[in-house]
């Protein structure tokens, strides 16, 4: 994140702000041009071989291609996508949402070439956006459809395990589209998630000892301010991997508290 940091600082000024929403308004075009034209997506879809053929345009066209031809689940995806990537460019600034997009980007169009004619999609790199919103928001609720409340981070493991099946049993584009366009999730957070498998199993430990010896008034507690699961059920708590020991902390003071050190 120091690396991230430091190109920020110099190269923060060329970002592209609502880079969200450029890119629904070109994937809506695209649907109503492709309404008259159903060999539109054939044109647009980035295909490694042709770009080599000089249709170099695909390199970039790929990006513009909407979700599917059905007009309400277009509509769904858009609002999803728009939700989450806004928020996404909120919490870090637009530099580096566009670097968390370029990063994905690059990746997949380069990993492509190891197949050179087979087509490649937008589907999982915009996935990512998914599930950066969700690791960050794992309790933000989403009504399905505006109707079933479902708590994102369900979503999210059913995206991962979707991904997991297609690295295992789908076709190699597919497989290399997936590799390539969660590249960008572990650049970002790789730390955090190594960090939460390293102390899982302490966690784990700690917590069936608490088990036996007495049962625990509480799981979690924050360093800070002391309110616990108990106290607070809806909150999510966390643990530092800057501090020195096992110190939770709530949502409002995991960013702004000193580290401990000791």
Same mark, same amino acid.
């Given at each position: 994140?120091r690396l991230i940091a430091r190109l920020e600082r110099r190269f923060g000024?060329?970002? %592209?702000?609502?880079?969200?929403?450029?890119?629904?308004?070109?994937?809506?075009?695209?649907?109503?041009?492709?309404?008259?034209?159903?060999?539109?997506?054939?044109?647009?879809?980035?295909?490694?071989?042709? %770009?080599?053929?000089?249709?170099?345009?695909?390199? !970039?066209?790929?990006?513009?291609?909407?979700?599917?031809?059905?007009?309400?689940?277009?509509?769904?995806?858009?609002?999803?996508?728009?939700?989450?990537?806004?928020?996404?460019?909120?919490?870090?600034?637009?530099?580096?949402?566009?670097?968390?997009?370029?990063?994905?980007?690059?990746?997949?169009?380069?990993?492509?070439?190891?197949?050179?004619?087979?087509?490649?999609?937008?589907?999982?790199? &915009?996935?990512?956006?998914?599930?950066?919103?969700?690791?960050?928001?794992?309790?933000?609720?989403?009504?399905?459809?505006?109707?079933?409340?479902? &708590?994102?981070r369900w979503l999210a493991l059913l995206t991962w395990i979707g991904f997991?099946?297609?690295? /295992?049993?789908?076709?190699?584009?597919?497989?290399? $589209?997936?590799?390539?366009?969660?590249?960008?999730?572990?650049? !970002?957070?790789? &730390?955090?998630?190594?960090?939460? /498998? =390293?102390?899982?199993?302490? &966690?784990?430990?700690?917590?069936?000892?608490?088990? %036996?010896? =007495?049962?625990?008034?509480?799981?979690? =507690?924050?360093?800070?301010?002391?309110?616990?699961? =108990?106290?607070?059920?809806?909150?999510?708590?966390?643990?530092?991997?800057?501090? $020195?020991?096992?110190?939770?902390?709530?949502?409002?003071?995991?960013?702004?508290?000193?580290?401990?050190?000791?």
């Open positions: 994140m000024r060329f970002a %592209v702000p609502n880079i969200t929403l450029l890119l629904i308004a070109g994937q809506v075009v695209t649907f109503v041009l492709s309404v008259n034209d159903p060999q539109l997506y054939d044109r647009l879809v980035y295909i490694p071989s042709r %770009v080599l053929r000089g249709e170099v345009h695909r390199l !970039f066209t790929f990006l513009l291609l909407p979700p599917g031809t059905m007009i309400i689940w277009a509509f769904f995806f858009w609002y999803l996508f728009y939700l989450m990537g806004t928020a996404l460019e909120h919490y870090w600034g637009p530099f580096r949402y566009n670097l968390f997009l370029l990063i994905g980007y690059l990746a997949t169009v380069s990993a492509a070439f190891v197949v050179p004619e087979g087509p490649v999609g937008n589907w999982f790199l &915009q996935g990512t956006v998914f599930l950066a919103f969700a690791w960050l928001n794992p309790r933000f609720t989403l009504h399905l459809f505006f109707v079933l409340p479902v &708590q994102i997991g099946f297609t690295l /295992i049993f789908g076709a190699w584009p597919q497989r290399i $589209s997936v590799a390539a366009s969660v590249l960008n999730f572990f650049v !970002f957070f790789g &730390q955090d998630v190594w960090y939460r /498998i =390293k102390t899982g199993r302490r &966690q784990m430990a700690r917590q069936a000892r608490r088990f %036996v010896e =007495k049962p625990p008034e509480y799981y979690h =507690k924050c360093t800070v301010c002391g309110i616990t699961d =108990k106290t607070h059920p809806e909150m999510d708590f966390r643990y530092c991997s800057q501090c $020195s020991g096992d110190h939770a902390y709530c949502q409002e003071h995991l960013r702004t508290h000193e580290h401990i050190t000791e």
